[in-house]
């Protein structure tokens, strides 16, 4: 019964880890560039600036300092009238379908690139924890 009782634990607790294990900041990064590559450049561009008056940019952008909105936009699209660095947007940003992960990975490449700088690491429990 002991040794039962111990495989158990140990099994639970191997499960546990890997189940809330986070990859590296800098993998994320690495994997939130490709997923920026294929659905954010065409309209942020590829160094972030996006295109003045229609699509708003990320480089040192003020409005990436609400992270719950930004992965909210990301998640769940985003329409209407925004205002970033002072210029006002007017447009529709819809759902591109990304996963839990593919979003914390590509909010962590926007946040550590082109001038951005975060001490937030955005895991997949965070984005979870993003609701409609």
């Given amino acids: 019964m ?7 634990l140990t099994a639970f607790s191997i499960t546990s880890f890997n189940f809330y294990q986070q990859k590296p900041l800098e ?26 008056g229609t699509f708003p940019p990320l480089a040192k952008s003020d409005y990436l300092k609400d992270i719950d909105q930004s992965i909210y936009a990301i998640k769940y699209g985003l329409k209407g009238l925004i205002k970033v660095n002072g210029v006002s947007y007017i447009g529709n940003m819809i759902n591109q379908g990304l996963e839990e992960e593919e979003i914390a990975d590509v909010m962590n490449y926007i946040l ?3 001038g951005n700088s975060s001490t937030v690491i955005i895991t997949e ?8």
């Fill in 125 to 132: 429990e965070i984005v979870a924890s993003i609701k409609k």
């Fill in 27 to 52: 993998q994320s990064i690495a994997d939130g560039k490709e997923i920026y590559t294929d659905f954010c450049l065409q309209c942020h561009m590829a160094k972030g600036e996006g295109v003045k």
């Fill in 2 to 8: 002991r040794l039962l009782y111990s495989f158990l």
């Fill in 112 to 114: 550590n690139s082109w």
